[in-house]
């Protein structure tokens, strides 16, 4: 059974930066494809960055691109998100999701508003809040 556990959320200010952690139990990331999603209140839960099974293939949301930067150390079977400049408009519950069969952009984009239907295994999720 595959696990996920996400954590780093906080309060930050506009500007700073916090990074996320998402731990995967169960099996090896070199087997699937891994995502990092957000979900605001009142809105569809969409995809941010995500990474293929051999870590070199990456697909970013354009909300993502040039701020923030996905990686994973195998070792400890974690996937990272770390973000910077973050905005208000970041603020949102963070989950991880990964899917053995779609690609970074699939994952992270092709499913759009299905993504919760289509993704099969997710984080409990953590929390961004971005304010002054």
């Not at 500007?15 to 009142?42: K, M, N």
């Not at 770390?82 to 949102?92: N, P, R």
Request: net charge negative; with cysteine.
């Amino acid at each position: 059974q595959l696990q996920l556990e996400e954590s780093g959320g906080g309060l930050v200010q506009p500007g700073e930066s916090l990074t996320l952690s998402c731990t995967v139990s169960g099996a090896s990331l070199d087997h699937y494809t891994i995502g990092w999603f957000r979900q605001a209140p009142g809105k569809e839960r969409e995809g941010v960055s995500c990474l293929s099974n051999d870590g070199n293939n990456v697909y970013d949301s354009e909300s993502a691109k040039g701020r923030f930067t996905i990686s994973r150390n195998k070792a400890k079977n974690t996937v990272y998100l770390q973000m910077e400049s973050l905005k208000d408009e970041d603020t949102a519950v963070y989950y991880c999701g990964v899917d053995f069969l779609l690609s970074t952009e699939q994952l992270c984009h092709g499913v759009g508003s299905r993504v919760t239907e289509l993704v099969p295994y997710w984080g409990q999720g953590t929390q961004v809040t971005v304010s002054p």
